[in-house]
């Protein structure tokens, strides 16, 4: 409590102050009949009992002055508390769900396909952006590439559709290697693709259709032939430790008897083995009765560990790698280049082969 007194025989109220054991805090005395101090709460009576006769202004302390505050302001602050709280409440809703780019997909399929998902407006969603995107990707075959966005309380959904042909239309071509395209020699169809841009094993090449002066699409069977420069890779690894397996000579035969192709039930004997492989086959007993029965032949396997010597051994990977490597190459091309590269991580060495070659990427 502060106190700002204005009178006479300050003095005289100091010395009763002092032996009624009252401290005073801050003092401080402008004028000799103006006084200004602070005392504890604890001594707040105890002033005011000796103060009757001076011009006095009090001020609380800040310890109890934000109560009074609180509750002079009581309903402002119950007002900004609760609303606060809903607008926190309100922005965990989802109030808006927005859809770009659909052409043969409705925008009322996607929404359906969230709503049975747990994605809807009017509820908190705590489904991420990257979860959203798994759901439309897992439902719809269509969907080349999603996007999705959450902005404030709104949901946007960017979708990119694969092209889609009915049936009885023509096929399209499509790439059959990886490549950068060079040239293309057009006869039919319409184009997907430009010399420069670099293709994937399956990416479609030309349309199956031509478009007409109103831009309407008149579906032709595509013919054209479209060179590129094609990377084949292959790529062979050796580990440092390897578990060869094979047959011991010993063998288990089991039995599982059924009728109608349902388990009736099995032979006398068991396997046994502890490693082993298993080959299986069915034969008839009965064809009028439908009675059958699994035979189910387990070999016994034995292990041992060969150790590789990675420098004694490199070549030898380097050629399988190169071998692979050209078996898998298109016919009738110029090779441009060939690299193999060699690394070893941990325990396995990899050998790399890289061979491009000139030719046409849609044969």
Excluded at 218 to 232: R, S, T
Excluded at 292 to 316: A, G, K, Q
Aim: charged content about 25%; glycine content about 4%; hydrophobic content about 40%.
């Amino acid at each position: 409590m502060k106190f700002d007194l204005k009178g006479y025989n300050i003095d005289n109220l100091l010395k009763t102050l002092y032996s009624k054991k009252v401290t005073l805090y801050n003092l401080c005395r402008p004028e000799h009949n103006h006084i200004i101090f602070e005392v504890a709460d604890s001594d707040e009576k105890k002033v005011k009992k000796y103060i009757n006769n001076y011009k006095s202004t009090t001020t609380l302390s800040l310890k109890r002055k934000f109560p009074k505050i609180l509750l002079m302001n009581l309903g402002l602050i119950i007002a900004i508390f609760f609303g606060s709280i809903f607008f926190i409440f309100a922005s965990a809703y989802t109030w808006q769900i927005r859809v770009y780019g659909t052409e043969e997909l409705s925008e009322g399929e996607v929404l359906s396909v969230l709503y049975n998902n747990g994605v809807k407006v009017g509820k908190i969603n705590l489904c991420s952006s990257e979860d959203i995107e798994k759901i439309l990707l897992k439902n719809y075959d269509r969907i080349a590439q999603v996007s999705v966005i959450k902005e404030g309380t709104a949901i946007i959904i960017n979708i990119s559709e694969k092209l889609v042909y009915n049936a009885g239309e023509y096929e399209p071509i499509v790439a059959k290697y990886n490549g950068i395209i060079t040239d293309i020699n057009l006869v039919t169809g319409t184009l997907n693709v430009k010399v420069g841009d670099y293709v994937n094993v399956g990416e479609i090449l030309v349309l199956p259709f031509n478009l007409d002066n109103t831009n309407t699409k008149i579906p032709v069977k595509p013919m054209a032939e479209i060179y590129a420069d094609i990377l084949v890779i292959s790529s062979l690894s050796l580990e440092r430790e390897e578990t060869k397996l094979k047959r011991t000579g010993r063998k288990t035969i089991c039995y599982d008897y059924k009728i109608f192709n349902h388990h009736l039930f099995y032979g006398k004997n068991k396997n046994s083995f502890a490693l082993f492989e298993i080959e299986v086959y069915n034969e008839s007993i009965s064809d009028l009765l439908l009675l059958s029965r699994d035979v189910l032949c387990f070999y016994e396997l034995d292990y041992t560990i060969v150790n590789h010597n990675f420098e004694s051994e490199r070549d030898e990977l380097v050629k399988a790698s190169e071998a692979r490597a050209y078996v898998d190459l298109p016919k009738n091309v110029e090779i441009l280049s060939q690299t193999t590269e060699t690394t070893i991580i941990e325990d396995t060495m990899y050998a790399t082969t890289t061979i491009k070659v000139h030719g046409v990427i849609n044969a």
